[in-house]
């Protein structure tokens, strides 16, 4: 049985890769600052750690054939970072960005680009087995950017209404990382994974509503009225605006990579929004 340590495991995309290693009879050690607090399945071997202190980390890898990585934390530990995961497994699967896909929405002015782009030069320059995923626009986005506005009423104020995207379910970007851990076919590949159809921001949001059976309305921020009234960090948001209006006029970016690998066909966004209605009933309807 395959020892894998999985960062991240308490996020969105590495909850889903836990599941599936389990799944497939890997044992799975989850790397967490916060051990108690991880609420992770029985099976699953807890152990605490922080990629910002990479002293913490020793006792994680011991036995590890495979690390799933997920970097959400400044970069300046992830040279010792690697080098301590270089020594002990054989193989690092990285969640990555598409920093070097040509498509407008992925070439904007990015801080993130640039932490991926080196973390990955460290992975690769340590010798061990690699493969980056890099996932487009995540469907849970609507989840975090939406269902606050949906849960107390029918309008959604956001900008850029048009642009499209192609959201990908966390499900499916952790099946091609479990297929990158689990065989070593996948060793130098660089998977860019997306949703399998464009849609603009208005049409997702018209698709919540039809899911819940109610008339959402989309009323469209200028960018100014977003940078008052959305609640992101600057950076973040001047980031994400510069992205959608590059992608303004034409099709998002749509791949088939996770039907090559897995043989299934992608997870729509209507199939993302079935699974998590609950997140964005009306507070009232939870009474």
């Known amino acids: 049985m395959k020892q894998i340590l999985v960062t991240g495991a308490t996020g ?61 934390v400044p970069g300046s530990t992830a040279p010792a970072v690697v080098d301590q995961l270089a020594q002990h497994a054989q193989r690092i699967v990285f969640l990555s960005s598409p920093h070097q896909t040509p498509h407008p929405f992925f070439q904007q002015p990015n801080p993130l680009k640039q932490l991926h782009a080196e973390v990955e030069r460290l992975i690769r320059a340590s010798g061990v087995e690699w493969t980056f995923l890099r996932p487009g626009m995540f469907a849970a986005n609507a989840r975090s950017w939406w269902a606050p506005q949906i849960r107390v009423g029918n309008i959604v104020r956001w900008p850029y209404a048009e642009a499209p995207t192609a959201p990908i379910h966390e499900q ?22 997306t949703g399998p159809e464009s849609l603009s921001q208005r049409e997702q949001v018209e698709i919540i509503g039809e899911v819940l059976g109610r008339s959402l309305r989309f009323e469209e921020l200028s960018a100014e009225e977003a940078r008052r009234e ?53 507070s009232s309807d939870k009474l």
């Open 12 to 72: 969105n995309v590495g909850r889903q890769v836990v599941a599936q290693l389990i799944e497939n009879a890997a044992s799975v050690r989850a790397l967490t600052r916060k051990p108690e607090a991880a609420n992770l399945p029985a099976q699953v071997e807890v152990v605490a750690g922080d990629l910002t202190a990479p002293e913490t980390l020793s006792a994680s890898l011991d036995g590890v054939e495979a690390v799933f990585l997920v970097w959400t």
């Open 172 to 193: 499916d970007i952790a099946a091609v990382a479990v297929r990158a851990l689990l065989e070593s076919k996948h060793d130098q590949a660089e998977y860019v994974l």
């Open 230 to 282: 959305l609640p992101f960090p600057r950076a973040a948001l001047d980031m994400l605006l510069d992205a959608w209006a590059a992608a303004l006029g034409q099709p998002a970016l749509v791949t088939t990579t996770f039907a090559e690998i897995t043989g299934r066909s992608a997870r729509r966004f209507r199939e993302w929004v079935l699974e998590h209605v609950d997140d964005f009933q009306l």
